[in-house]
C-alpha cells in the first residue's frame, strides 16, 4: 500500500495515449496541407517533409514528458507549509543528477526544456547531453523512446530523400530524355552538327528544361475547367 501512490503516478503515462487518441493535430495538419497543395501549389513531397518535421516536433514532446513521468513516478510528494506540494526525486533519477550538477534546476519550464533536448538526441541518435540511466525504470523508459524515435526519425530520412530525388519531377524526365538521346547519338554515330541540332530542337521543345505534356494534363480535365485554362 505503500507504495500505491507511486504506481498510480505511473498510471498517468497511459494519459499520454488519450492525448494522442483525441489529439486534432493531424486535421489542423491535413487542412494546412491541402491550402497550400491548392493555393501555393507546392511540391507534395516536399509537404510530406513537414508534416513528419512537426510530428518529429510532437513526438520529441511527449517523449520529453514521458521521461519526466518517468522519474516522478519514484519521486516523494512534499507539502510545504503554504500547502504547496512538490516533489523530492530520487537521488539517482536523471532529474536530481542534473540538479546537483547544476543542469537544472527544480522549476518545472528548466526540467522540460532539459527533458525535450534530451528526447530530441535520442531520437537522432545522439548521445550529447543524455543522462545514462541508473534506475530501471528510466532504462525501460530510454530503450522505449529511442527505438520510437529511430523509428520517426527513419521516416524522415525517408521522406527527405524522396523529396529530394523528386523535388522536380518535370526537370527529371527531361534530363532523363536529353541522356537517352545522346545514347542514341553515340550509337548511331550521329554527326556533330546533327547532334547540336537535335539538342537544340529539344531544348525549344521542352522550354525550362520541362518534360510535361501538356495535351495528356488537359485532356483529363473537364471542358469548362480546360476552356479556362
Not at 518545472?108 to 548521445?127: C, H, I, R, V
Not at 520541362?210 to 480535365?221: A, H, M, T
Amino acid at each position: 500500500l505503500a507504495k500505491l501512490p507511486r504506481l498510480l503516478r505511473v498510471l498517468k503515462c497511459v494519459k499520454l495515449l488519450r492525448i494522442i487518441k483525441e489529439s486534432r493535430a493531424n486535421a489542423y495538419m491535413q487542412k494546412v496541407l491541402e491550402h497550400f497543395e491548392l493555393e501555393v501549389i507546392v511540391n507534395n513531397n516536399v509537404l510530406r517533409l513537414f508534416q513528419i518535421s512537426a510530428f518529429m516536433i510532437v513526438t520529441a514532446h511527449w517523449l520529453a514528458c514521458f521521461h519526466y513521468i518517468l522519474a516522478l513516478a519514484e519521486a516523494d510528494a512534499i507539502v510545504g507549509d503554504d500547502g504547496r506540494q512538490t516533489y523530492r526525486f530520487h537521488p539517482d533519477s536523471w532529474v536530481s543528477r542534473s540538479i546537483n550538477e547544476g543542469g537544472i534546476s527544480s522549476d518545472l519550464t528548466n526540467a522540460y526544456s532539459f527533458s525535450f533536448y534530451g528526447a530530441w538526441m535520442q531520437m537522432l541518435a545522439l548521445s550529447q547531453g543524455v543522462k545514462e540511466p541508473k534506475r530501471e525504470i528510466e532504462m525501460v523508459g530510454s530503450l522505449i523512446s529511442t527505438l520510437f524515435g529511430a523509428v520517426i526519425y527513419a521516416l524522415f530520412l525517408a521522406a527527405f530523400s524522396t523529396a529530394i530525388a523528386d523535388f522536380d519531377q518535370a526537370a527529371k524526365e527531361y534530363r532523363k530524355k536529353v541522356n537517352m538521346m545522346n545514347e542514341y547519338m553515340k550509337y548511331a554515330r550521329v554527326p556533330m552538327k546533327m547532334c547540336k541540332q537535335m539538342r537544340r530542337y529539344y531544348e525549344q521543345l521542352f522550354p525550362s528544361r520541362r518534360s510535361f505534356n501538356e495535351d495528356s494534363i488537359l485532356s483529363e480535365l473537364s471542358k469548362p475547367i480546360r476552356s479556362r485554362v
